[in-house]
């Protein structure tokens, strides 16, 4: 498969299943991807929320896990645990903790979350939940407002996990 980027402006991931090389004539980027991903398995746990549509908890690729954005739903109830954005924090965290877990890693091998907010007013109060849990180790991490999010929750996490040892 081969894609063609055209512009002068470009944003360009590089994965460890990309093969990257450029041919820039007229500012035309070329890249080439790997036919085959390599390894592919999907995550799932009793421990963390059921996925509410088609979608995985976590999928293995190779050496990275990536999980799915996790609302904070107690996996036994399926509810939101509270409108508390604090306790809504620890428990997205808390699922996204038990679906790294399964995949036999821990919150310290964790690279890049994700964390999406209903009210960005709610950041400080968010950070300090996330603070103890990546208290040592600090992933990359981007936080965003959002308009609205699955069940009117007020914070959804993501991760990217590193499962090489």
Wanted: proline share 4%; hydrophobic share 45%; aromatic share 10%.
């Amino acid at each position: 498969m081969c894609v063609c980027v055209c512009g002068v402006n470009h944003k360009i991931a590089l994965y460890r299943n990309l093969i990257y090389f450029s041919k820039i004539t007229k500012s035309v980027i070329y890249l080439a991807f790997k036919k085959e991903w390599g390894y592919m398995k999907v995550v799932n746990t009793e421990k963390a929320p059921k996925a509410l549509g088609p979608y995985s908890q976590g999928i293995i690729v190779n050496d990275f896990l990536f999980v799915s954005g996790q609302i904070p739903f107690d996996p036994l109830t399926m509810q939101k645990v509270s409108e508390n954005i604090k306790d809504q924090t620890r428990q997205s965290l808390e699922n996204v903790k038990a679906i790294v877990e399964s995949a036999g890693a821990t919150l310290k091998d964790v690279i890049r979350c994700g964390v999406f907010l209903k009210n960005m007013d709610d950041f400080t109060a968010m950070n300090e939940i996330y603070a103890e849990y990546f208290s040592e180790w600090k992933p990359a991490r981007s936080a965003v407002e959002v308009a609205r999010l699955p069940k009117d929750v007020l914070v959804e996490i993501e991760a990217i996990v590193n499962l090489r040892k």
